[in-house]
């Protein structure tokens, strides 16, 4: 008994140290839910860059979620990517691969079908700031099975 004591304690220190000592590289991570009655094409979402903490490489990820109930009717998804920096605004255009060639969606889920894609590799000074906004850029509109998109920046692993 007097063993387990000690245990607990102790444990949960370790636990506590491992918490507060682990550093993320993530500096954005969010979804943006879309109505289910379809996303117009002049809807935008927009996603905000908090300050950075350190100077180097982020790589921007795109993340997808499409409805099993109400099935993205098309193969690929194509997105205009801004990102807004200070004065600087980036543009780009990224398709994304949603079903295969015989209409299977791709990606993983049972309610719905969850997908991320490599968009940009962006270089960021400390302290700076911005916002990147999405929207797609389908002739369908509202576009339908497409339930969420989602932002990832994290500190780019370039070796």
Known sequence: M???????????????????????????????????????????????????????????????RTSMARPYPFTALTLQIDVCLGDSMLTDTLTLAVADEHGALKGTGVAHRQQTFPAQLLRLRAGQSGRVVVRHLMEQTPLIGVESIGVEIEAADLS
């Open 2 to 64: 007097r063993f387990s004591k000690k245990i607990l304690p102790l444990s949960l220190v370790a636990i506590l140290l491992t918490a507060a000592c682990t550093r993320t590289s993530r500096l954005a991570f969010d979804y943006r839910e879309l109505p289910a009655a379809g996303w117009n094409r002049a809807d935008s979402l927009c996603f905000d860059i908090d300050s950075v903490a350190s100077d180097g490489d982020y790589a921007l990820r795109v993340g997808l």
